[in-house]
């Protein structure tokens, strides 16, 4: 029995005005003529069945195609039986077995189980009715071997992919079997059906990501919307205190926020468009790759290559618009502009502080930690406020979030810096190491707070880190839990007038860290040169999580007076002990130990130098780490030793 179009009635042919032809965006088939015949002048068609307008071209139905030359009878085909399928699912339930097969459904050849098919075939819908369903046993599954173009009669033995072409036995004297990469037809169709499947479960993968993207950004369109709704309310709110002016600058503030609003929706809604695209051609290539799998004829070969380069195009980052984040995550800036302040001068600022401008983060080169810059502030502005959010979720792990250490970074990240009002810059302090971050700001003037700014995306530095002087102690957080080596190296002393400062300890050592331990650094300056004097440098220091953890500790050279050939370099500083080593020269001073803090060698003469700071204990010039790590003039930031007049 041929299979025919459900409007004229008529049986499908190969090719012509009854070639069957599919409606690409529902899926219904019928003949050529029908459907021209529907045609709307602009191009789309409206199914005859149900009713959905297709905008997309339609194009020949594959696999009716091959079951009609299948049944047209070709005596001088050769017929090659293909093993019928084995236990194969319900494709309805898939749950049961198969038994039967429905050449009238969609996609033809859709295989039910008993149960299936009855509850499909009794619908009242009418299309259904006159379908015949078919045991799958007493179908005869087998396809022609196609005939040679060249030897007329003799039929095909191989195929290749680089010409697209099949031949015969024959053919090898007329043609370069191996440069075309011939090869026999049971392997192409084995390459072919080994090849399709992955093709297809990665082509769902990237439908299942289309949609998820899809529904992300479904959520950011509301977000734009409360989010534009709260600035909307809080302008209102500030400019009911001015109504004079609010009446001469509200409808301009609106505006602007609509703009705002309607500029991002726009292009959310874009790349919703765009994603929808995709989705359709991705839908679209694994219905012609099942078809092209359910075809009974190997002539399918000839379109198989095609349908699989397209696929993999499809698959290709630069061709699939995924999904990048949103233009602004759903903060709506408002601006006072200074013409405005202008005009209400005897009123008062309006607004909250100014937004800040020219907002950028960037890697610090000397520290190797995210500095945030702005332009210099305005002179209304009284205070700045900085927050920072992480741009992933919150751990998941119960474990995780209930310890101290995720505790101790939550509330520091959650908790906004305030800075002087004279700032055009700061150092982020207490980030996770590799981690993206969202970043604003705002400021104080006599009216309040003013709206954030807009969000900057900065993205700490990752392992292996280099963190240098920066003049103060700063603190990372570690992102995941491991071994981890920690490098140490404390300042160098300054060099005398005829003698060389000390050189800082080297020490290295690993240690197992968690993930949200936070690490607090100082790293030790190198002392400055006074006179004919230097005192001595800095010592580095590493704690985990609470300063009293002390991890690594380098100390800084010692300094030196360098006055005269009698006098002596500055001490290297000890790594053989946790003792601090005794100073040189005529008069002299033994070191700190434990992290106790250096002597003074005091003199009678003019001519003295100050023992440096430990760990724990400043020393009578300098701070311990506990307590800063500040010095007195001339010796390095970490506890390193002040000159004296002639000495250090």
């Given at each position: 029995m041929g299979l025919n179009c459900p409007l004229c009635q008529k049986d499908y042919t190969t090719g012509g005005e009854l070639q069957p032809r599919l409606l690409i965006g529902c899926g219904h088939t019928f003949c050529r003529t029908c459907l021209d015949n529907r045609k709307k002048p602009d191009g789309r068609t409206e199914c005859p069945q149900c009713s959905l307008i297709s905008t997309e071209p339609h194009a020949p139905n594959i696999t009716i195609m091959n079951y009609v030359d299948v049944q047209t009878e070709r005596p001088t085909q050769v017929m090659h039986p293909v093993p019928a399928p084995q236990k194969t699912m319900c494709q309805d339930c898939k749950k049961r077995v198969a038994t039967l097969i429905c050449f009238q459904c969609l996609p033809v050849g859709f295989m039910f189980c008993d149960t299936c098919s009855e509850l499909e075939h009794s619908r009242a819908f009418a299309p259904v009715k006159d379908h015949a369903p078919r045991p799958i046993a007493n179908v005869r599954f087998e396809t022609p071997v196609p005939n040679c173009q060249v030897h007329v009669g003799v039929p095909c033995l191989y195929f290749s992919f680089r010409v697209n072409k099949?031949?015969?036995?024959?053919?090898?004297?007329?043609?370069?079997?191996?440069?075309?990469?011939?090869?026999?037809?049971?392997?192409?169709?084995?390459?072919?059906?080994?090849?399709?499947?992955?093709?297809?479960?990665?082509?769902?993968?990237?439908?299942?990501?289309?949609?998820?993207?899809?529904?992300?950004?479904?959520?950011?369109?509301?977000?734009?919307?409360?989010?534009?709704?709260?600035?909307?309310?809080?302008?209102?709110?500030?400019?009911?205190?001015?109504?004079?002016?609010?009446?001469?600058?509200?409808?301009?503030?609106?505006?602007?926020?609509?703009?705002?609003?309607?500029?991002?929706?726009?292009a959310l809604t874009q790349q919703m468009d765009e994603l929808e695209v995709a989705q359709g051609r991705l839908d679209t290539s694994v219905v012609q790759a099942n078809m092209i799998l359910q075809m009974p004829d190997y002539t399918y070969l000839q379109q198989a290559e095609a349908i699989m380069d397209n696929i993999k195009g499809q698959l290709s980052e630069e061709d699939v618009p995924l999904y990048q984040g949103p233009v602004t995550e759903g903060i709506i800036p408002v601006h006072i502009p200074p013409t405005f302040l202008e005009e209400i001068d005897q009123l008062g600022t309006v607004g909250g502080g100014s937004m800040p401008a020219r907002l950028t983060c960037d890697t610090d080169n000397d520290g190797g930690f995210l500095m945030l810059?702005?332009?210099?502030?305005?002179?209304?502005?009284?205070?700045?406020?900085?927050?920072?959010?992480?741009?992933?979720?919150?751990?998941?792990?119960?474990?995780?979030?209930?310890?101290?250490?995720?505790?101790?970074?939550?509330?520091?990240?959650?908790?906004?810096?305030?800075?002087?009002?004279?700032?055009?810059?700061?150092?982020?302090?207490?980030?996770?190491?590799?981690?993206?971050?969202?970043?604003?700001?705002?400021?104080?003037?006599?009216?309040?707070?003013?709206?954030?700014?807009?969000?900057?995306?900065?993205?700490?530095?990752?392992?292996?880190?280099?963190?240098?002087?920066?003049?103060?102690?700063?603190?990372?957080?570690?992102?995941?839990?491991?071994?981890?080596?920690?490098?140490?190296?404390?300042?160098?002393?300054?060099?005398?007038?005829?003698r060389k400062g000390g050189r800082g300890a080297i020490v290295e050592a690993k240690f197992l860290l968690n993930k949200y331990d936070t690490l607090i650094i100082l790293c030790g300056g190198m002392s400055q040169k006074v006179g004919t004097s230097s005192g001595g440098g800095g010592g580095t220091f590493v704690s985990q999580n609470r300063e009293i953890q002390l991890l690594v500790a380098s100390g800084g050279g010692g300094g030196t007076r360098g006055y005269d050939l009698d006098d002596h370099d500055g001490r290297d500083a000890n790594i053989e002990t946790s003792e601090g080593l005794d100073g040189v020269g005529q008069q002299w001073a033994s070191g700190g130990a434990d992290g106790g803090a250096g002597k003074d060698a005091l003199f009678t003469g003019p001519c003295w130098g100050y023992g440096g700071a430990g760990f724990k204990q400043s020393a009578s010039t300098a701070k311990s780490f506990l307590q800063g790590g500040s010095t007195g003039e001339g010796g390095g930031f970490g506890g390193g030793g002040a000159a004296g007049f002639y000495g250090g």
């Open positions: 099949f031949a015969c036995e024959e053919c090898r004297g007329i043609f370069n079997f191996e440069q075309d990469q011939y090869m026999s037809i049971d392997t192409a169709v084995a390459q072919v059906r080994d090849e399709l499947p992955s093709l297809i479960q990665l082509t769902r993968e990237r439908v299942d990501t289309i949609a998820h993207t899809r529904a992300q950004l479904d959520d950011l369109l509301k977000r734009v919307d409360q989010e534009g709704g709260k600035a909307l309310d809080r302008v209102r709110v500030e400019f009911q205190q001015f109504e004079i002016a609010l009446k001469k600058r509200l409808v301009s503030v609106e505006q602007t926020i609509e703009t705002e609003i309607r500029s991002q929706k726009k810059k702005w332009e210099q502030p305005d002179p209304s502005v009284r205070e700045y406020e900085i927050q920072c959010e992480p741009m992933e979720e919150k751990d998941a792990d119960p474990l995780v979030m209930a310890s101290a250490s995720y505790a101790e970074y939550r509330q520091q990240i959650q908790t906004p810096v305030k800075i002087r009002s004279d700032s055009s810059q700061w150092r982020l302090d207490g980030l996770m190491v590799g981690k993206k971050y969202s970043i604003r700001m705002r400021s104080l003037n006599i009216a309040g707070w003013g709206v954030w700014s807009h969000q900057v995306i900065s993205q700490f530095p990752d392992f292996p880190l280099k963190i240098g002087y920066s003049g103060s102690i700063v603190k990372l957080v570690i992102p995941y839990d491991g071994m981890y080596c920690i490098t140490a190296q404390g300042a160098k002393a300054a060099d005398g007038e005829t």
